[in-house]
């Protein structure tokens, strides 16, 4: 069978420059300038980026996914699937894949979205590699990560500290190299009530009830255990090596979801990675939810922290929760 290969990568940010500086002023008049000085001493967050006011997270997938390509040497017309990952989708229902399929004008391409939070680009690029594997006429493949999360979020709470806005996207072709190697997965549904938007949908359609209570904006209603991520990440990642047959030692960068540094020190450190080899972009991106990992290792390839023929783990974490890794060599 043919085994995908990741043959380009690219990552949009939008223009808007959001300091930690600029929400301290803003939170002042509150008296909860405070909450920014301990989310960045806690996550290593010290700016990010927000789009226009009247974007959708289609508008942000789009320029990352034509870079993508052009990297890739392929046109729109080329793509036989495009795979996005978001929880911050342009509606409820048509897909923001399909809505991205007709801007980009991939004429010939079908589409579907992955909805697990910010495991969802580790989730797609296994679900394009397994449909590369099995399917011969699918030859070009599409994978994007978006978020806008910022424009579902009550900007009067401090917690819109985290949000960045932007979008990843990757091109996976078939080839007979090794490429994509395998995958693991976690979830634990009894924390869904956490961390959400939870009136939209049929549990609690939207209305003005809902709208004024603030329930169809993001959430945080109670926090996850740390040791989630720090007993979930490596778990993972151990499960990917015996699964894959590869050893820490034969990584050359971990991906993990950037919303916390010192979680992903922690991590690297229960696994015996070295901090070098654990790409970190939160500190200037903020936390990009259903994008991060694309986009870190999009930068990470810009800096050349990673480069063709590396070993490469993604692992992402997202409300639910779902947790998601992929090997591959690049």
Same mark, same amino acid.
């Given at each position: 069978?043919?085994?995908?290969?990741?043959?380009?990568?690219?990552?949009?940010?939008?223009?808007?420059?959001?300091? #930690?500086?600029?929400?301290?002023?803003?939170?002042?008049?509150?008296?909860?300038?405070? $909450?920014?000085? &301990?989310?960045?001493?806690?996550?290593?967050?010290?700016?990010?980026?927000?789009?226009? @006011?009247?974007?959708?997270?289609?508008?942000?997938?789009?320029?990352?996914?034509?870079?993508?390509?052009?990297?890739?040497? &392929?046109?729109? +017309?080329?793509?036989?699937?495009?795979?996005?990952?978001?929880?911050?989708? @342009?509606?409820?229902?048509?897909?923001?894949?399909?809505?991205? =399929?007709?801007?980009? !004008?991939?004429? #010939?391409?079908?589409?579907?979205?992955?909805?697990?939070?910010?495991?969802?680009?580790?989730?797609?690029?296994?679900?394009?590699?397994?449909?590369?594997?099995?399917?011969?006429?699918?030859?070009?493949?599409?994978?994007?990560?978006?978020?806008?999360? =910022?424009?579902?979020?009550?900007?009067?709470?401090?917690?819109?500290?985290?949000? !960045?806005?932007?979008?990843?996207?990757?091109?996976? +072709?078939?080839?007979?190299?090794?490429?994509?190697?395998?995958? $693991?997965?976690?979830?634990?549904?009894?924390?869904?009530?956490?961390?959400?938007?939870?009136?939209?949908?049929?549990?609690?359609?939207?209305?003005?009830?809902?709208?004024?209570?603030?329930?169809?904006?993001?959430?945080?209603?109670?926090?996850?255990?740390?040791?989630?991520?720090?007993?979930?990440?490596?778990?993972?990642?151990? =499960?990917?090596?015996?699964?894959?047959?590869?050893?820490?030692?034969?990584?050359?960068?971990?991906?993990?979801?950037?919303?916390?540094?010192?979680?992903? +020190? =922690?991590?690297?450190?229960?696994?015996?990675?070295?901090?070098? &080899?654990?790409?970190?972009?939160?500190?200037?991106?903020?936390?990009?939810?259903?994008?991060?990992?694309?986009?870190?290792?999009?930068?990470?390839?810009?800096?050349?922290?990673?480069?063709?023929?590396?070993?490469?783990?993604?692992?992402?974490?997202?409300?639910?929760?779902?947790?998601?890794?992929?090997?591959?060599?690049?």
């Amino acid at each position: 069978m043919p085994i995908a290969r990741l043959t380009a990568i690219a990552h949009y940010l939008p223009q808007r420059l959001v300091t #930690n500086d600029a929400l301290r002023r803003r939170f002042a008049a509150t008296g909860e300038a405070d $909450a920014i000085d &301990k989310f960045e001493a806690a996550s290593g967050i010290l700016q990010r980026y927000h789009a226009p @006011d009247d974007w959708a997270t289609s508008d942000l997938a789009l320029p990352a996914a034509r870079q993508a390509l052009e990297r890739a040497g &392929k046109r729109p +017309e080329d793509v036989d699937l495009i795979i996005l990952g978001t929880d911050s989708p @342009d509606y409820i229902t048509p897909s923001t894949s399909v809505v991205l =399929q007709h801007r980009l !004008g991939a004429v #010939n391409a079908g589409s579907f979205d992955i909805g697990c939070a910010c495991a969802s680009f580790p989730t797609g690029i296994a679900a394009g590699a397994g449909i590369i594997a099995t399917s011969p006429g699918i030859r070009t493949v599409l994978v994007v990560g978006a978020y806008l999360m =910022q424009r579902l979020a009550d900007h009067h709470d401090p917690m819109v500290f985290f949000y !960045g806005d932007g979008a990843g996207a990757a091109v996976l +072709e078939p080839g007979k190299s090794p490429g994509f190697l395998g995958s $693991a997965y976690l979830a634990d549904g009894s924390y869904a009530n956490c961390w959400g938007v939870f009136a939209g949908g049929t549990r609690e359609p939207a209305s003005e009830a809902a709208v004024r209570a603030g329930r169809t904006q993001v959430r945080l209603v109670r926090r996850y255990p740390p040791e989630i991520n720090d007993a979930g990440w490596p778990r993972l990642f151990r =499960q990917l090596a015996e699964r894959c047959h590869f050893s820490v030692a034969d990584v050359d960068q971990v991906i993990f979801t950037q919303v916390r540094r010192s979680t992903i +020190e =922690q991590a690297a450190d229960a696994i015996g990675l070295p901090r070098s &080899k654990a790409h970190v972009v939160m500190d200037r991106f903020g936390y990009t939810g259903s994008a991060c990992i694309p986009m870190a290792l999009s930068d990470a390839l810009e800096q050349g922290r990673a480069a063709p023929g590396d070993l490469v783990v993604l692992i992402g974490s997202g409300v639910g929760y779902n947790q998601a890794a992929v090997a591959l060599r690049l």
